[in-house]
């Protein structure tokens, strides 16, 4: 059964990196058949997208994050990772990492998800 | 401010069929599929449909989903009181080259 579980700080200083990775067991994530996305979610709000990452480093970023937004991948550890720099408040929220099926070689759905990380934003 | 719009909340009986709108545009819906993903608090969302009415294994066929233009619904049938939970559509959007969500609907067995 595949698992994603994320990992990292719980309390990030506004100004500064947010860093994440998510290792991913049960499967290997450079099978070639999957995307492998991160998706946040503020407390009490909905949720938004915020990139995407084949095994061969190919990416999709949310336009509204792009510019603060690195996702890499480590085929050798089975983990792939986030980096949102400059972070305020704002960027507080719990952060899933998920497995996206392949639709005509874009990312498509999302049917394995971790079980989220919140990270906080405060000084 | 989510790029596909559903009402925030619904609310239902157990037996009832309840269903929830999801309205997007041409560049999203109206062009790529839809998907509805279910969260209970504290949890993951757990994808309910995908490709606009296919359930993944081990959901319920009470649950189901439709497309038509730039709009799409899911119905629950013969609601029971594990249902609620919120509910998330999402669709591809060609404009963003992303998933969009839409804000979520918060459902409410009565």
């Known amino acids: 059964q595949l698992q994603l579980q994320e990992s990292g700080p719980g309390l990030v200083t506004p100004s500064e990196t947010l860093s994440l990775t998510c290792s991913v067991s049960?499967?290997?994530?450079?099978?070639?058949?999957?995307?492998w996305g991160w998706i946040r979610q503020p407390p009490g709000k909905g949720l938004e997208w915020i990139g995407s990452?084949?095994?061969?480093?190919?990416?999709y970023y949310n336009p509204s994050l792009k510019s603060r937004v690195t996702i890499s991948v480590d085929t050798s550890k089975n983990q792939f990772s986030l980096k949102l720099s400059s972070v305020t408040a704002a960027d507080t929220a719990v952060y899933y990492c998920a497995r996206a099926e392949l639709d005509g070689g874009l990312p498509d759905y999302f049917d394995y998800w971790g079980q989220g990380t919140l990270v906080t934003v405060s000084s | 401010q989510s790029v596909l719009t559903q009402p925030p909340s619904a609310s239902g009986t157990p037996g009832q069929r309840v269903t929830i709108s999801c309205s997007g545009s041409?560049?999203?819906?109206?062009?790529?599929?839809v998907y509805w993903y279910q969260q209970f608090p504290g949890t993951a969302p757990k994808l309910l449909i995908y490709r606009n009415n296919q359930r993944p294994s081990g959901v319920p066929d009470r649950f189901s989903g439709s497309k038509s233009g730039t709009s799409a619904s899911l119905a629950i049938s013969g609601l029971r009181s594990e249902d609620e939970a919120d509910y998330y559509c999402a669709a591809w959007d060609d404009s963003l080259s992303g998933p969009v969500f839409g804000g979520g609907t918060k459902l409410t067995v009565l």
């Open positions: 041409s560049s999203n819906i109206g062009s790529n599929y």
């Open positions: 049960g499967g290997s994530i450079s099978s070639g058949s999957y995307y």
């Open positions: 990452i084949y095994y061969s480093g190919s990416t």
